[in-house]
Structures are given as C-alpha cells and as structure tokens.
T-cell receptor, first 109, second 114 residues
Framework: KQEVTQIPAALSVPEGENLVLNCSFT??????LQWFRQDPGKGLTSLLL?????REQTSGRLNASLDKSSGRSTLYIAASQPGDSATYLC????????FGKGTTLSVSS | EAEVAQSPRYKITEKSQAVAFWCDPI?????LYWYRQILGQGPELLVQ????????DSQLPKDRFSAERLKGVDSTLKIQPAELGDSAMYLC????????????FGPGTRLTVL
C-alpha cells in the first residue's frame, strides 16, 4: 500500500527561525508532489508544485525540494513569522493521489 | 482571481437523512476531485472526474455515496443515508489536466451527522 509520511507531526518555533518540514513517499512513479497550507477549519491553499522532472521550486520565503530516488521532499521556510502558523500537507500525484497527515506549525512572537 | 466554489459551507443533519454537496471548479479545469478529510488526517480521495467521466472512485463507499458531473462542469456529491461516521470536511478541488497540473481547493463543507 502506498503511503505519504510527514515528520514531525507538530513543530513549535520562535519567530525568525528557519525550519524544514519533511515528506516521504513510497511511489517511485510520481508525476508531481504538491505542498499545501491549511488553516483551522479551512480549505487547502497550494504553496508549491514540483514536477517529477524538477529538483526544487521556490516562492518567496518557501523552497521545496524533491528527491525521487530516495522518496523524499522537504519544505524549507525561511525567517518564520507568526502568520506562518498552520498545518502543512504534502501530496503525491502518481499511481494514486495520496496526502500525508500534515505537520502543524506554531510560530511564536 | 478564479476560485473553486462549494456550498453549503456547513451542514448539520441527522443520521439516515440524505445530504448533497455542490462544487463549481475553476473555469476551464477539466479535472475535478472530491475528498473527505477527518479531523487530524490528510484528505482522502473519494472520486476523480475527467470532464464528465469518473476516472477513479475506488475509495467511494458506493452503497451510500454517489457523485455526478453531468455536463463536465459543476459536480454534486450525495450521501444517502448519512451515518455518524460520515461527519467530516468534504473538499472539492480542480486542476487543468491530471496529473501534471496544480490542484486548487475550495473552502470545503463541514458535515456534522447527529
């Protein structure tokens, strides 16, 4: 059974820290991997999409990388802010569409 | 900016009743997805449409759930009869063309079954 795993499940950091969220997947034939942000009780907001042929994507303070050979993706957030507090989910699109359970981030001021 | 629309935003119903959710994808998006998200979990795909055709409904509980996208634009997800375990957030998403394009999500419908 294919799985997407996100570590850690929760993370608390002070404002200004750089941090890394991890996502691992078991499907070696993925088409792309997408990172999302979800605020409590809301829908998902797309952050970054990495195609299988790409190694990384950047948007502002966010950088996502993809290593298909190891089945891993990371989301790097630079200079974290309280407004970054949310749950971050990764999703693989391959033989199946599968989401991880997410990492809940809390940034304190 | 184009958005995925969903209604209602909240629905409270009693078990054994019928409920229906509506989704209008971003204009021009051929692929439409319905997901169910239980609190603390990631979304689980229920059904995926390419235009008006179902391409994946392997996780849809077909004894009580049905979905349609008759004209290849908006879509309806129905539950009949609702059960207590159906309480969850129901999310709709769309993309230009699976699987290479970015998925965009609507605000979701929070269902509570009493």
């Amino acid at each position: 059974k294919q799985e997407v795993t996100q570590i850690p499940a929760a993370l608390s950091v002070p404002e200004g820290e750089n941090l890394v969220l991890n996502c691992s997947f078991t499907d070696s034939a993925i088409y792309n991997l997408q990172w999302f942000r979800q605020d409590p009780g809301k829908g998902l907001t797309s952050l970054l999409l990495i195609q299988s042929s790409q190694r990384e994507q950047t948007s502002g303070r966010l950088n996502a990388s993809l290593d298909k050979s190891s089945g891993r993706s990371t989301l790097y957030i630079a200079a974290s802010q309280p407004g970054d507090s949310a749950t971050y989910l990764c999703a693989q699109a391959g033989t199946a569409l599968i989401f991880g359970k997410g990492t809940t981030l809390s940034v304190s001021s | 900016e184009a958005e995925v629309a969903q209604s209602p935003r909240y629905k409270i119903t009693e078990k054994s009743q019928a409920v229906a959710f509506w989704c209008d994808p971003i204009s021009g998006h051929a692929t439409l997805y319905w997901y169910r998200q239980i609190l603390g979990q990631g979304p689980e795909l229920l059904v995926q449409f390419q235009d008006e055709s179902v391409v994946d409904d392997s996780q849809l509980p077909k004894d009580r759930f049905s979905a349609e996208r008759l004209k290849g634009v908006d879509s309806t997800l129905k539950i009949q009869p609702a059960e207590l375990g159906d309480s969850a957030m129901y999310l709709c998403a769309s993309s230009q063309k699976f699987p290479r394009n970015e998925q965009f999500f609507g605000p979701g419908t929070r269902l509570t079954v009493l």
